[in-house]
């Protein structure tokens, strides 16, 4: 049975847009830690326990998980991979309806951090490596571990490198659930377990790419794990705290620098 769109390609293209990242896989070492505490994850063992999802086909199935997970309102998402370079990444990203977010990116050109408050200002935290390759050294020195002030207005575009790609929860699932004329199939695969939760697997595959969907039973399931390749690179993305709203606020004043402030002419623009 055919699926509108490859799952795992979906997921680089909103989770790695903000990061300049073509490609998603490649394993997680310790030297890609992520910035936010990762979220629990474990091997899913499999069963031969009856279909939960018996009278719904494995496309109804992934298609009501999308809905539930973006009626939920608010979730937390993690991703594990390479850019297409070989470059270890690891993006975590807490998302809601409200414009409110919390998000880290540890790339290869560094590691950031942004605040979306939902208000006028959104604030961008990065070490000295994504300061001084994304604006100068000069910069980077004048900003230091302090987090930029930046007018929100400024990530209100539509283009695939704007980091707010990357925070919104109605976004990502619009592109989950786009029907972009792929060939990729999904079947229905096995139960099992993540964390000790029920889970059913639906399995895609396209070309030599295969990515195991686990979606939990019940009333309201929800996609909790999708592991597979894209491009035949491995890559993880894990979503958990479905409904809990993050509680995101600016930093402090004295903890924070007006990009008017930084740099030549004109200040600091993203």
């Avoid at 830690?33 to 474990?42: C, E, I, N, Q, R």
């Avoid at 091997?43 to 539930?68: H, I, M």
């Amino acid at each position: 049975m055919p699926a509108t769109r490859t799952f795992i390609a979906a997921l680089c293209a909103v989770a790695a847009g903000g990061a300049a990242l073509t490609g998603c896989g490649g394993d997680k070492g310790d030297d890609a830690a992520p910035l936010l505490k990762p979220a629990a994850t474990t091997s899913a063992a499999s069963t031969k326990a009856a279909d939960p999802f018996a009278d719904q086909t494995a496309d109804e199935v992934l298609k009501l998980a999308e809905q539930d997970m973006r009626d939920t309102g608010a979730m937390t998402y993690e991703l594990s991979g390479n850019d297409d370079d070989g470059t270890k990444m690891h993006v975590k990203g807490t998302l809601t309806k409200t414009d409110k977010c919390a998000l880290a990116v540890d790339m290869g050109q560094g590691k950031v951090q942004l605040i979306f408050t939902g208000g006028n200002y959104t604030y961008m935290k990065g070490d000295k490596t994504f300061w001084t390759t994304n604006a100068d050294a000069d910069s980077a020195r004048v900003i230091g571990d302090k987090w930029v002030k930046i007018p929100s207005s400024e990530f209100d575009s539509d283009d695939e490198d704007n980091f707010k790609t990357m925070c919104d929860l109605n976004g990502m699932m619009d592109t989950l659930s786009e029907d972009d004329g792929g060939t990729s199939t999904l079947d229905k695969g096995q139960s099992s377990t993540v964390e000790g939760q029920p889970v059913f697997q639906l399995i895609e595959t396209e070309d030599q790419d295969r990515t195991t969907i686990s979606v939990t039973t019940g009333d309201k399931p929800v996609i909790v794990r999708a592991e597979g390749t894209n491009q035949g690179q491995p890559m993880l993305m894990v979503f958990s705290d479905f409904g809990k709203q993050p509680n995101v606020s600016a930093p402090p004043p004295s903890m924070t620098l007006d990009p008017s402030k930084i740099g030549g002419p004109g200040g600091l623009h993203i």
